[in-house]
């Protein structure tokens, strides 16, 4: 009998990342299989608590990317068939997905992030421009990560336009105030703040679906430890993990203004961990390989005992 923990690893779903979760589910699967673990994959789909309980793993490692897998869901499932699972719990899952109330509490808490507002898309009537905000904006979905639905509004015109697109897929987006300045993140592992990097996109505005997933769609290049900047990121981002009760694993993303003014833009409570993922990297900049990352993970899962 193996003395390492049997593993069923969720990937796909229903949201609109199943190919992000898939690409994840599957190196993970890779790494556990080169590690020793006896692991399999399965979807969540309708079949997904029929298919745990033929499985019968000890420990599930959540390979999910947005709605169902990030924001509580399958979470709750888990906690229910008293399953660990690597990543955050109900609570602080369902918090981070929520990109309204996490800025709420970044402000009640003092912690920067630029000025926002939230608008609904029911009714048939198309919200106006904000009076509290100027253009250009950001719009982003309240509920939706990987940069889906997320554009730079600079005129009316493109206001009214991004509106009605919005409209046919979501109920309710954020208009944020657009920052200028360096796309930066930081990851943690553990309680343990990793090396921030800095993205650059190759080709598009900002760090969209494409700039994250495509080969060669950005350059990530990691800060260095002696860097003041550095050093505050990697505080802000501590904060942002305990004051959501994150676990096991996060990544806060920033812009940084030209003064150097670090400004809170998303939580991440289950970063991707593809090829082209940012997690990965900041590891193995102090030397944390892949696989040693997901032995890791699976370990923390393992030691709640099916706790949350």
């Known amino acids: 009998m193996s003395a390492k923990p049997r593993v069923a690893v969720v990937m796909g779903g229903p949201s609109s990342e199943r190919e992000i979760s898939i690409a994840t589910g599957t190196g993970v699967l890779r790494a556990l299989h080169a590690l020793g673990y006896e692991a399999q994959s399965l979807d969540y789909d309708p079949r997904f608590i029929e298919s745990l309980r033929a499985i019968e793993p000890d420990v ?6 947005g709605p169902g897998g990030e924001d509580g869901q399958v979470q709750a499932i888990l906690d229910w068939m008293g399953l660990p699972y690597t990543g955050s719990s109900v609570e602080g899952a369902a918090i981070a997905m929520d990109k309204h109330l996490t800025k709420k509490l970044l402000a ?16 048939g009537t198309l919200p106006l421009l904000p009076g509290s905000l100027d253009l250009p904006l950001v719009i982003k979905p309240r509920f939706e990560g990987s940069s889906s639905g997320v554009s730079i509004v600079r005129t009316h015109e493109h206001w009214t336009a991004a509106m009605i697109e ?11 105030e657009f920052v200028a300045g360096r796309e930066l993140t930081c990851g943690i592992l553990g309680e343990e703040a ?6 650059i996109p190759v080709e598009d505005e900002f760090y969209t679906f494409a700039a994250k997933y495509a080969p060669g769609g950005s350059r990530h290049v990691v800060m260095s430890q002696e860097d003041d900047l550095s050093a505050r990121l990697q505080m802000l981002a501590l904060s942002v993990h305990r004051l959501l009760g994150l676990r096991d694993y996060s ?3 920033f812009i940084v203004t030209k003064e150097g003014r670090p ?3 998303e939580i991440n409570a289950l970063p991707g961990l593809t090829p082209t993922s940012l997690i990965p990297d900041e590891c193995a900049s102090l030397g944390i390989g892949y696989e040693a990352l997901i032995d890791r993970l699976v370990g923390y899962a393992v030691s709640r005992n099916g706790r949350s």
């Not at 919005?166 to 944020?176: G, H, M, N, V």
């Open 166 to 176: 919005a409209a046919k897929t979501y109920q309710q987006i954020l208009a944020e």
């Open 251 to 253: 990544r806060t993303d």
């Open 263 to 265: 400004q809170i833009l």
């Open 194 to 199: 990793l090396p921030p990097i800095e993205i």
């Open 108 to 123: 009640a808490e003092g912690l920067p992030t630029p000025a926002w507002d939230l608008f609904d898309l029911v009714g």
């Open 60 to 65: 599930v490692f959540n390979a999910l990317h």
